[in-house]
Every structure is written in structure tokens, then in C-alpha cells.
């Protein structure tokens, strides 16, 4: 029983050289990257790097591991196979750039960066360098179930999709703190789902705190389906269904609750749902943590084979390029084509 309450194996593949990892940051997120790191049988916590002395060491004795207050002598010491990289959401562009700079295949918290030119300057950096983005929503299991009937044709054409996220807020000093740092994944979701978004247009408030904290977004796919995102920061992650996704086809829908908590799926004209919920035992499954274990051990799986990583950092590049379309539709009032690269459009 994998994963389960009962289980006492540690998760990893067996019989293979552990992989030497480090973790850039010592906040609450980068708990989780320390903690998954420890808990496989196939890779080793090598060093955690943080900006306070204090702090960097009680998360390092904390995993039984090594802490370091600079990058560069992070890597001097222990060089890693693998740099995971958990800042605070605006300050990921120059520990970043250090990274890529010094050729260390990397694994990168959303958002990739706030400023489009930032991001371009990090692709470039990378070239041929493993650099993943850790867009971990995609790999919740209601998720993966919704995106296996769509590919099955359960659901039929897809007509429309709806995303809906919010919670307490975030504040930063960037006045879309919201879009950028949390809706990124709303935008990740539904191309991954629903294919290229190829316009948007949208409407801001600013009515609570100052900050455009509620954003409303219509979307045109390139398939021809239309959708909306609605993304808060003037809600409650106490509520149920703070997110939710509904793909609606011509035979059928799927709903997507909480991320991880369960998925519905329905057919045209029949009055049963089909509902999907982890079971008593299944605590993987329904735990929004692990929905980061699952991503990483497809990287690992990536990194080993010599393979580009499962989400690649561009996925990050394009949520921000979409980020700021949605910025140029509240400013401008008008439509935003928003073609992906290659597109031809």
C-alpha cells in the first residue's frame, strides 16, 4: 500500500547512487523541499543555503544536513546533481541566475520571475541546462484523472473551463502579486488541460488593500473553447472550493475540487456522477504536499535518464507572459492575443 497510512517504506528507486541535492532557502516552502529530499532512498540532502546564519542552521540540523549562507560556497563544498530553489516569490531572479551561471541542473519555485526580460535573461542562461519549474498542481491525482478523461474523449469536444483560486492574501510589492505568484498556476493548469490559451481579456480590483488583489479573465482557447480564471486574494483557503476547475465538453464534464480533495466526472443527459476520492488509507493522494513529492520523482526519473525535465522553466515564462497580457487587457480595455511561441500566429 504505497503511500499509504500503513506504508513504512521510504519512497525512490532501489540500487542506484543516491543523487547529491542542496535547497536554496529556508522558509516554509523550502521545508517541504528539504523534507522530500530526506525522505527518498535515492537522493541525499547535501546542504541548505539561507541568508541568516541562525535560522540556516537550525533547518540544517533539522534534516541532518550542512547549512551555508552563500550559493558559491555551497556549491564549492558539496557540488550538487541537483539545486532545488524555494525564495521569496520576488527574489528568485539573481540567486537564480548564479545557479544557471555555474551549470548546476536546477529545480525552481513558482513564480520563475515577475519581470518578462528577467525570465528571458534565465532561458538564455540555462541553454542546454536542466532547469525545471515546480508547477506541482499538475500532478495531483484529480488532476491527472480529469486530463486522462479528456484524452479519452470522456468528455468529448471541450466547449469550456472555468478556474476559480483564492484565498487570504499574499502581499508583495508588486501591485499583481496575486496574478503573477499564484494564478501562474491556473494559467499552467488549463493549457496543460484545455491546450493554448490564444487571447485574453480581464477586469482588476484594487478596492481592498491597494494591490490588484481580485482578478476576473476571459480566455480564448485555440482549439475554439472559451474559458474564464477567476483568481483572489480577498478570500479564505477555509472555504470549500477555494479551487476549483470544471472542464465542460459536448459529452460530458469534470470537476476538479480543492486540487486533491476529489474529482467529478458526468456525462451529457445522465443524472449520476462518477466521483473520484482518496480512500481511508490513501493519505498520498489527498495531501497537497505530496503532490511535490510526485513531481519530483519525475524529475529524478528526468535528471537520471539524461531527459529535459517534466515542466520545464519556460512553462514558467510562458504563466508570465500571460500574467502580463492580462496586465495589458485591465490597461488598455481591449482583447490580448496571447499566441505561444512557435504558433505562427
Excluded at 121 to 129: I, K, Q, S, V
Aim: glycine share 10%; charged share 20%.
Amino acid at each position: 500500500m504505497a503511500g499509504s497510512a500503513l506504508s513504512i517504506e521510504r519512497p525512490g528507486e532501489r540500487g542506484v547512487e543516491p543523487l547529491r541535492i542542496a535547497v536554496v532557502g529556508t522558509g516554509g516552502w523550502g521545508a517541504q523541499h528539504a523534507r522530500v529530499v530526506t525522505e527518498r532512498v535515492d537522493i541525499e540532502l547535501v546542504g541548505v543555503v539561507g541568508r541568516d546564519p541562525s535560522r540556516t542552521a537550525a533547518r540544517a540540523a533539522a534534516y541532518g544536513t550542512r547549512g551555508y549562507t552563500s550559493i558559491g560556497g555551497m556549491l564549492e563544498a558539496e557540488h550538487p546533481d541537483l539545486v532545488m530553489v524555494s525564495l521569496p516569490n520576488e527574489e528568485h531572479f539573481a540567486p537564480t541566475l548564479e545557479l544557471l551561471r555555474a551549470g548546476v541542473p536546477l529545480l525552481v519555485e513558482k513564480p520563475l520571475v515577475f519581470d518578462l526580460a528577467e525570465a528571458d535573461a534565465l532561458l538564455e542562461a540555462a541553454g542546454d541546462t536542466f532547469f525545471g519549474i515546480n508547477f506541482n498542481h499538475r500532478y495531483a491525482e484529480p488532476v491527472q484523472r480529469a486530463r486522462a478523461a479528456l484524452r479519452a474523449g470522456e468528455l468529448g469536444d471541450l466547449v469550456f473551463a472555468t478556474w476559480r483560486f483564492g484565498g487570504e492574501a499574499n502581499r508583495g510589492p508588486s501591485p499583481h502579486a496575486n496574478l503573477i505568484e499564484t494564478q501562474c498556476h491556473g494559467f499552467d493548469m488549463l493549457e496543460h488541460l484545455c491546450g493554448p490559451i490564444a487571447s485574453v481579456a480581464a477586469q482588476m480590483t484594487s478596492m481592498t488593500y491597494g494591490a490588484f488583489s481580485t482578478v476576473a479573465i476571459a480566455l480564448e482557447f485555440a482549439s475554439g473553447a472559451v474559458g474564464t480564471m477567476l483568481g483572489s486574494y480577498d478570500s479564505s483557503y477555509a472555504y470549500p472550493d477555494t479551487q476549483r476547475v470544471e472542464l465542460n465538453g459536448t459529452a460530458g464534464r469534470a470537476v476538479i475540487h480543492d486540487t486533491v480533495r476529489s474529482l467529478t466526472l458526468q456525462s451529457v443527459g445522465d443524472e449520476t456522477e462518477r466521483v473520484w476520492r482518496a480512500g481511508y488509507f490513501d493519505d498520498e493522494a489527498r495531501s497537497f504536499e505530496r503532490t511535490f513529492d510526485r513531481h519530483l520523482d519525475a524529475v529524478l526519473t528526468a535528471l537520471r535518464a539524461g531527459s529535459p525535465p517534466p515542466v520545464p522553466a519556460s512553462a514558467g515564462r510562458r504563466a508570465l507572459e500571460l500574467a502580463h497580457a492580462v496586465i495589458r487587457s485591465h490597461e488598455t480595455g481591449a482583447r490580448v492575443p496571447t499566441p505561444p511561441a512557435g504558433s505562427g500566429a
